[in-house]
């Protein structure tokens, strides 16, 4: 290929790059490249050089080299040799950083390595030349141009290529992190649902076996009431369809255990719903009433009508069994954002024996409802009676307890949570840090070394 269009095809590369590198990195580029012009010029007025057009071309020409050290890192290196030979103290300052920078980014190691062993060796003559040129080559010059050379292109190429072996390193174990991490919530998720599959078909043999004879025996116990108790038929007929309902609840939550979508989620919480538990607490002979107060349909969230049925479930439970006979309403209000599902029950007419409840369903309503951002108040009317009432918001879409995710299972206490990624790299970083630190100190010790010579100068 021709020199031209080899030129041209490397000059639109460079757009091209340029252009798709992110406006961070080409603006901080930008920045660094016009320090260094500005440390490589600066000093020229105060202390004008012998040659003043050589200065400034060696400044311009390393400031250039900073951004060529990104795409074109091994001619970058190369690139510093002219200007160890030449006459600006103050743009060879610069020689160490570029070459350190620029050998990171070359790999293998061992084409880095040539690369370095070129810049030095031509660092070398070159200084050499020009110190002895006129006049004969002495002892003096060869240590010079050694010591230049290994303190401005060997030390930092040995420093770069430690600090670029170390990137796939860190790449390396941050993937590692990485991985074990997503293989911990896996397990965790693996073993918790394990452990609700085993509870579901717990559930199912014991529980589902009990419910199922219940409804078997309450069939046979509406038959019976029909040809020899007709009065006692409608009650009969009330436990065979409770039993029916609470065998379907159960399947729900067995549903729920096992992943499975709830198909009648969006069907709960709504006025219907809510009308059919009222209606099923009077056929078994409480005085409940429903009032809605909301204009049109309400768009709740599905777990938010999930818990006012459960409220309005819980309710209508414990006023039947702490307070039979007593009036009891449901009250629905729609306050926009929120809301307010409340069952009121009265004192009761005659005295009631204690129950035997242990709350247990209170605390569930808490937590669900806690976890759905809303709040829940129970407690006995200064009157007589008792209250219940929920907060919930409209459109709560909080994953409630059972179901997993990514960030639900970094709080379990089943394994323990993996280390950053900063605390399982931080050893390996330190250690080559250090290493490339020690190996650059000489390089920067000589660099002040050679600013100060030439302001004494």
């Known amino acids: 290929m021709r020199p031209g269009a080899r030129a041209r095809r ?3 590369a460079i ?14 580029e930008s920045v ?8 490589s010029l600066a000093p020229v007025p105060l202390l004008p050089p012998a040659h003043p057009v050589a200065v400034t071309l060696l400044g311009a020409w390393v400031a250039l080299l900073v951004p060529a050290r990104r795409m074109y890192p091994a001619l970058a290196v190369l690139g510093c040799v002219p200007v160890i030979a030449g006459n600006n103290v103050w743009a060879m300052v610069t020689v160490p950083w570029i070459v350190w920078s620029a050998v990171r980014r070359i790999t293998p190691v061992r084409r880095a390595w040539a690369v370095v062993g070129a810049g030095a060796a031509g660092a070398a003559f070159l200084s050499l030349a020009a110190q002895s040129l006129g006049e004969a080559v002495r002892l003096p010059y060869l240590a010079a141009g050694a010591v230049v050379a290994a303190l401005l ?6 420093s770069g290529t430690m600090m670029g072996r170390r990137r796939p390193l860190t790449g390396l174990l941050r993937e590692r992190n990485a991985y074990l991490e997503q293989t911990r919530l896996l397990t965790d998720e693996a073993a918790r649902a394990e452990e609700r599959a085993r509870i579901a078909a717990e559930m199912h043999d014991l529980l589902g076996h009990r419910i199922s004879l219940i409804s078997v025996h309450a069939g046979a116990l509406q038959l019976a009431a029909e040809r020899q108790a007709p009065p006692l038929a409608p009650q009969a007929e009330l436990l065979r369809t409770t039993a029916g ?7 729900g939550i067995l549903h729920v255990l096992r992943h499975q979508s709830d198909d009648n989620s969006n069907e709960r919480g709504t006025r219907e719903d809510l009308a059919a538990l009222v209606a099923d607490s009077q056929s078994a002979g409480a005085d409940a009433q429903l009032h809605w107060n909301a204009a049109g349909r309400t768009d709740m969230g599905a777990h938010t009508r ?9 309710g209508l439970i414990n006023a039947m069994k702490h307070a039979s006979g007593a009036p009891v309403r ?10 307010v599902i409340g069952v009121v029950n009265d004192a009761p007419p005659g005295p009631v024996s204690p129950g035997s409840g242990n709350r247990s369903g209170l605390v569930g309503l808490q937590e669900r409802i806690g976890l759905l951002g809303g709040t829940l108040h129970a407690g006995p009317r200064p009157g007589g009676g008792f209250a219940l009432s929920a907060r919930i918001p409209v459109r709560a879409d909080t994953p409630l307890p059972y179901a997993t995710s990514p960030g639900s299972a970094t709080g379990t206490t089943g394994s323990r949570p993996p280390l950053s990624t900063e605390v399982l790299t931080w050893p390996r970083l330190l250690g080559g840090g250090c290493a490339a630190l020690l190996v650059m100190l000489p390089a920067i010790g000589g660099t002040i070394a050679l600013l100060i010579m030439a302001v004494l100068h």
């Open 32 to 39: 660094l490249a016009g320090l260094v012009l500005l440390c």
């Open 306 to 314: 999930q818990a006012v049925h459960r409220v309005t479930r819980e």
């Open 330 to 339: 449901v009250t629905f209000q729609d306050e926009g954002d929120t809301v």
């Open 245 to 251: 309902t609470a065998m379907d609840e159960l399947r």
């Open 15 to 28: 757009r091209e790059a340029v252009r798709a590198a992110p406006p961070r990195t080409v603006a901080a």
């Open 153 to 158: 292109i060997l030390l930092p190429g040995a």
């Open 10 to 12: 490397e000059a639109a």
